[in-house]
């Protein structure tokens, strides 16, 4: 594994906490996002996580501004994959936008740039062809607060080439991952093979409106000693990407629940800017959830 220069295409949820991770780790690092403002949003995210690095690593100083120097910043394509070893992609959790972004990708990066989606359902197999080089691209995907909760899965395709599949696997290993490499293509990996049905039984039970969100948590954190419910995780992951999960379900299977939850995410939280964490609200408010509130399990 001779990686050097690692490009994190998208610096949302996911992208610019990988981004942050590899460059913590020694890599240089270029953040590509569709424009400047976007890229200084990420910046500005960037500034908390050196708090909490130090807060939950005990990261130096002297670490975290090694950090900020390995990261680079771009809104151009082309530039950000000049010298990419490997590229991350962390764009929205849509196939057509996934698709799209692929298909420009392989006209600008450089033939030995390896691909990696770190997309959290869907399967590389599905976008391989677009890719323009099957045998150099895998998924690679990290769960939220990753230098926490340190986990790397990584899942090729039938055409991954297996020496490609080995570096990323030392790749992950290098910036602090647990690797946990995947025998086979499954939707979800094996975090979110887990953790969506989860999510999508907490979101049913609101919509049948068998129970609301703060005691649908509270079941799940005192039965299981859970540090969060599912509604909680929802803001954390971000509800942008539960009604797009939502809505691909609704959309195959026309199921009347899926439908109506996509109607309510919709309705309630994305149309009202409310997305969770990254907004300040989603269903709790924030920066003092009620579900972290000491009295919240009595």
């Known amino acids: 594994m001779n990686y050097t220069n690692i490009t994190i295409a998208g610096s949302g949820v996911l992208g610019y906490q990988i981004a942050f991770q590899s460059a913590f780790h020694g890599f240089r690092v270029t953040v590509y996002d569709i424009n400047d403002e976007v890229l200084d949003k990420a910046k500005a995210k960037f500034n908390l996580m050196s708090k909490a690095f ?21 809104s151009d394509l082309k530039e950000s994959v000049k010298d990419a070893d490997l590229l991350i992609e962390a764009v929205p959790e849509n196939p057509t ?35 323009g080089r099957p045998s150099k691209f895998l998924a690679l995907h990290f769960a939220n607060d990753i230098w926490l909760h340190n986990t790397a899965e990584i899942m090729g395709h039938p055409a991954t080439d297996p020496k490609v599949f080995e570096d990323v696997v030392a790749f992950a290993k290098a910036i602090g991952m647990l690797t946990l490499p995947l025998h086979k293509e499954q939707p979800g990996y094996i975090l979110n093979s887990l953790l969506v049905p989860l999510l999508s039984a907490a979101t049913d039970l609101l919509i ?26 929802l803001d954390i992951v971000g509800i942008t990407t539960a009604y ?45 959830p009620s579900y972290k509130n000491p009295d919240f399990l009595k």
């Open 54 to 74: 130090k807060r939950d690593l005990n990261a130096t100083q002297e670490q975290l501004e090694q950090t900020f120097e390995n990261l680079n910043y771009t």
């Open 97 to 131: 936008i996934k698709i799209d972004f692929y298909e420009k990708l392989a006209k600008v990066a450089p033939k030995k740039t390896i691909f990696a989606t770190n997309s959290s359902t869907l399967l590389p197999s599905q976008f391989a062809d677009s890719t």
């Open 208 to 233: 049948k409106g068998v129970a609301d969100p703060e005691t649908i948590d509270k079941t799940w954190m005192k039965a299981t000693g859970a540090p969060v419910g599912p509604f909680a995780i």
């Open 244 to 288: 797009n999960i939502n809505k691909m379900t609704a959309e195959k299977t026309e199921d009347p629940i899926k439908l109506e939850t996509v109607a309510y995410l919709k309705e309630n939280f994305i149309d009202k800017n409310k997305l969770g964490v990254s907004t300040g609200e989603g269903f709790y408010k924030y920066p003092k």
